[in-house]
């Protein structure tokens, strides 16, 4: 039987590639509000904006076996030129709207079904001009946690902490071949990472063969969070 996999995001980067590979053997729902590279993918579109839009007034299964939070930012800057807004802004995106949306489908998970978020590397690796996406993944790492022991065993919930991926989310950073260059040098791997990398581990988390995995915070991160190889 099929399995009712619902995806926050989805419609590029590690959420594409995501629905590219669960979409093959699953009932997908991507909620977002671009669909423009899903056309050749068997998937359900939902438009969807987390900052103003309810998941539950959305046409999503009663029962869901799988549930993935995409959506994030990237706002590197110095903390004493970095407005208030700015912090608020990164809560409500990464955190605040993942909480909301939570609050709304997990009475939808099924037994044994999974939840998987997206942290960054750089909560556990103090890094400047990350003080802003560092508060609020960290946010996102503590309610993973929490949340992962008040539901088990029914719900396992998990966190990946990518370190910088090649998505369009970071385009900035990585616009030229010299800051690729610049980029892969600073991990032990020598390069940043693809998409796939983080989805292969995010497909691995929803699938219930793991099912002794909950509660965790696992780096996909080119070995940047615990090597010095300089």
């Not at 959420?15 to 009932?27: I, R, T």
């Not at 719900?155 to 010299?178: F, G, M, Q």
Request: aromatic share 6%; hydrophobic share 40%.
């Amino acid at each position: 039987m099929k399995k009712n996999i619902l995806l926050i995001g989805g419609s590029y980067g590690i959420g594409l590639e995501m629905a590219k590979k669960l979409s093959k053997e699953n009932n997908v729902y991507i909620a977002s509000r671009s669909n423009e590279q899903l056309s050749n993918l068997e998937v359900t579109h939902i438009p969807f904006d987390v900052l103003s839009d309810d998941i539950s007034e959305k046409e999503i299964p009663e029962k869901l076996d799988g549930f993935v939070y995409c959506p994030g930012s990237i706002n590197l800057k110095p903390f004493k030129t970095m407005g208030v807004d700015t912090i608020q802004k990164d809560m409500e995106i990464n955190f605040i709207a993942l909480a909301k949306t939570v609050k709304s489908i997990i009475n939808r998970m099924n037994e044994g079904s999974s939840m998987v978020f997206f942290s960054t590397v750089a909560v556990g690796t103090g890094m400047p001009f990350h003080t802003s996406v560092s508060a609020a993944k960290g946010a996102i790492e503590g309610f993973a946690r929490a949340l992962a022991a008040e539901y088990a065993p029914k719900v396992r919930v998990n966190v990946i902490a990518p370190s910088l991926v090649d998505t369009p989310l970071s385009e900035r950073l990585l616009s030229n071949d010299k800051k690729k260059e610049m980029m892969s040098e600073r991990h032990p791997m020598k390069r940043v990472g693809v998409p796939k990398d983080i989805s292969n581990m995010a497909l691995f988390l929803l699938d219930s063969n793991n099912s002794w995995i909950t509660g965790q915070v696992i780096g996909v991160d080119g070995g940047m969070s615990s090597l010095n190889v300089s």
